[in-house]
């Protein structure tokens, strides 16, 4: 996919320490992902807020590139310097939503590739979506957003239409698309599941609703 293979991620180190610079050119071309499901009024301030959290953690990498040279770093000098605040501010809470919102796309892009589907309407990609929404990011939404969400994916577009977008527009081969996915998740996949690790391991999760 044009679109998501533009900049990939690089191979999760075996001290699955993950370099921000690359980190953040490869996300920096994700957010015009949500573009791609239609349905402005839900995803519009998806979109935004993961250009929002990219931009916050860019500026505190940027502001000293050497002590934040890798994500690992920023939690670690960040729980130093903010104490009993943290993780509630700073590049710590901006990966944090962050991670839910690249969560959300790759549990989707998963169950397409997977082949998960509605057998009454196989071109629908309800199924995947809802999906994806339960398990990154509903639990983390109140009520009103939990049904604003859930009424959306009648406004998804098809299977075959998500692909073109992806494609930015071009005709494209299912099976092409798919193993492009697949590449594009081989990558991702890990450096997602270390990061979700790694606030594990530091206690920096939060699970507040929006």
């Known amino acids: 996919m044009a679109l998501l293979l533009e900049h990939e991620f690089k191979v ?3 001290d699955k320490q993950i370099e921000t610079e690359p980190f953040l050119e490869a996300v920096t071309h994700l957010p015009p992902f949500f573009d791609c499901l239609g349905a402005p009024i839900v995803y519009a301030p998806v979109k935004a807020d993961l250009s929002g959290n990219i931009k916050k953690i860019r500026a505190v990498y940027e502001s000293n590139p050497a002590k934040f040279k ?3 770093n920023i939690l670690e000098v960040e729980k130093e310097m ?5 993780p509630k501010t700073g590049a710590t809470l901006a990966l944090m939503w962050l991670k839910r919102g690249l969560k959300f796309i790759q549990v989707l892009l998963q169950s397409i590739s997977d082949g998960e589907r509605d057998e009454a309407n196989p071109n629908h990609i309800r ?3 809802m ?3 339960e398990i990154a990011l509903k639990k983390y939404h109140g009520w009103m957003l939990q049904k604003l969400f859930t009424g959306s994916v009648y406004a ?6 998500l692909l073109k977008a ?4 071009k005709e494209v081969n299912e099976e092409e698309s798919l193993e492009k996915i697949h590449q ?3 990558k991702a996949t890990p450096i997602l599941d270390a990061i979700y690790d790694m606030y594990i391991q530091m206690n920096a999760e939060l699970n507040y609703k929006a």
Not at 166 to 169: D, N, P, T
Request: no cysteine; hydrophobic share 45%; glycine share 6%.
């Open 82 to 86: 903010y104490g009993s605040a943290w």
């Open 12 to 14: 999760l180190p075996a």
């Open 127 to 129: 199924v995947n979506a």
């Open 166 to 169: 992806l494609e930015k527009g």
């Open 70 to 72: 890798t994500l690992q």
């Open 131 to 133: 999906k994806a929404y």
């Open 156 to 161: 998804l577009p098809y299977k075959s239409d």
């Open 184 to 186: 594009f998740l081989a």
